[in-house]
């Protein structure tokens, strides 16, 4: 029996050039676990194909395999299902696109859908008559669940973590319980054309080496944040990967793919100390030459330089940490209160034991003042990150965000498909969206100028720059993220053009 994974073609503002790609990790975990079982699979990573762009109005475009080409493969493949993923709200339009395009033809292909926002609003997805069935939560067991009921020509109705239309209506069952040993999966790799992605031109976006891949080693946050949806997948129970497990799987990916970058795409890769300890250790032990980072952010309460050194010492070169506001209001707002002093002095830790320093932000939430902002905006100024990402707050479904929003009719129905974290439509209490996307804009080029005058004091360039320049490939690094930075803030210049060149010609 064949079952065909696919990550849809992605919906982009026309100014967007290409697409940040990441490994499609849910899709090829429980590719792995259908496998195991005797299903044939494949995974169809559309938006992988950057190359294809098409437009679709004045303002968006569409990248990734056309729907013919769709059509083709599974002409080709004949499977007996279809799962599509729908990651996040802005992401429904893309996978229904592709549903209501492959339903009609392909009548007797099961269609599912999995996901964040799919988990979140099952009643709502399901209104779409193409979809038979939503996966609700973490996908590995549902999945395998529902190949074998069709395989068996069984009943879905009482399948656990499923939500489907029957006679009566849609019926959504009560969830399956969480995988307790994440051991006991892993993602299937050997389905994926790893040089495909190796040569995409934003594998290595921001990165300090090519070959970049993507892996978990922890799933599950007992965080409340207001704005994430995390939990509707994977819970509020934090549950990892052993050490040995994630190192194994680090050395699999650098000697028989040659990976040479990791992305850790945990929410709370340092929860547990001696986990994040062991794992270095035995990065260290092996003498595995990597370069990783955290681009999702860590968790602060953990951290230490004990443990910033020995992140450091097995090839961790970047971290990112959630701050998210510099107002306490807007903090306890958002459900994550930190005590800023001791952020800046573990940023300042990072900078010494030889660490770039990320942090995310995110304005407009919807009762927040222009001076709640500008609280962030000095902190931003003044803390010692080497570079921010600053969000405009979206309400994803699944998240209490999402209900405030609605809360004060802030938003229609159905989610604006052309709004974004970087380019916002949602208007709040007090600012309308053009007014928060100009302070957004301004934020950032004031934090470049800022930064570059603060560089003036020989002191703080030294801190901040100078000392974690300790070989050739640092200096690189330096060099590319200037690019990249040029590249962000000046678009479509010649820097961008040679700085692309530079990186696929000379950094392999
Ligand atoms: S944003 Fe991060 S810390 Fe907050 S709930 Fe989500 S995963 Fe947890």
């Known amino acids: 029996m ?10 982009v503002p026309v100014t967007e050039r290409c697409l940040n790609i990441k490994f499609p990790l849910g899709l090829m975990y429980m590719a792995d676990t259908l496998e195991k079982n005797g299903f044939t699979l494949k995974i169809l990573d559309c938006p992988l194909h950057y190359r294809i762009r098409r437009s679709l109005n004045a303002q968006l475009d569409k990248i990734g395999l ?14 007996d299902i279809i799962g599509v993923s729908c990651a996040y709200s802005p992401y429904e339009c893309d996978s229904f696109d592709i549903i209501n395009y492959i339903k009609p033809l392909f009548r007797h292909i099961f269609i599912v859908v999995g996901g964040a926002h799919s988990s979140a609003n099952p009643e ?54 969480y995988i307790a040993d994440l051991d006991t999966v892993k993602p299937a790799w050997h389905l994926l054309d790893m040089q495909q992605y190796f ?14 891949v993507d892996i978990v080693t922890s799933r599950g946050c007992p965080g409340h944040c207001v704005f994430c949806s995390i939990h509707t997948v994977w819970g509020r129970k934090w549950r ?12 699999m990916l650098m000697t028989r793919y040659g990976a040479r970058q990791i992305r850790i795409q945990d929410d709370n890769l340092t929860l547990d100390k001696r986990r994040i300890m062991a794992i270095c250790d035995e990065i260290v032990k092996r003498k595995l030459d990597i370069r990783w980072d955290t681009p999702n952010g860590v968790a602060i ?78 902190y931003i100024l003044t803390c010692p990150v080497n570079f921010p990402f600053i969000y405009v707050a979206q309400p994803l479904k699944g998240t209490d965000l999402c209900h405030d929003f609605e809360k004060h009719n ?17 208007n709040t209490l007090h600012l309308t969206s053009t ?23 020989p002191r703080k360039f030294y801190r901040e720059m100078l000392s974690k320049i300790r070989s050739w490939e640092d200096v690189a690094y330096v060099l590319h993220m200037f690019l990249e930075l040029l590249n962000f803030m000046i678009p479509a210049t010649l820097v961008y053009r040679v700085g692309k060149i530079w990186k696929h010609g000379n950094r392999r």
């Open 2 to 11: 064949n079952i065909l994974f696919v990550n849809p073609p992605q919906t």
């Open 66 to 79: 056309l729907p013919e080409q769709i059509k083709k493969t599974i002409e080709d493949f004949r499977p």
């Open 124 to 177: 709502y997805v399901l209104r779409n008559l193409n979809i038979d069935a939503v996966v609700i939560g973490e996908g590995e067991e549902v999945m395998l669940d529902i190949a074998r009921r069709i395989r068996d020509h069984l009943s879905l109705n009482d399948t656990p973590g499923i939500a489907l239309r029957t006679d009566n209506g849609v019926r959504v069952n009560e969830r399956r319980g």
């Open 199 to 212: 040569n995409h031109p934003y594998n290595a976006n921001a990165t300090m080496r090519c070959n970049t």
């Open 240 to 251: 990892a990967r052993s050490p040995l497990n994630v190192v194994d799987e680090m050395e």
């Open 301 to 378: 309460g953990t951290l230490d330089k004990e443990t910033l050194l020995k992140m450091k010492t097995s090839g961790c070169y970047r971290i990112t940490f959630g701050i998210e506001s510099g107002c306490k209001r807007i903090q306890r707002y958002i459900g994550k209160v930190l005590d800023l002093t001791r952020v800046n002095e573990l940023m300042l830790c990072c900078h010494r034991v030889g660490m770039w320093v990320c942090a995310t932000f995110i304005i407009g939430f919807p009762d927040e003042t222009r001076e709640e902002i500008r609280e962030t905006e000095n």
């Open 410 to 426: 802030l938003k229609p129905a159905e989610f604006i498909e052309t709004s974004s974290i970087m380019q916002t439509k949602y």
């Open 435 to 457: 007014e928060l996307n100009r302070i957004h804009s301004r934020l950032y080029k004031a934090f470049v100028v800022r930064k570059a005058l603060s560089y003036l004091n």
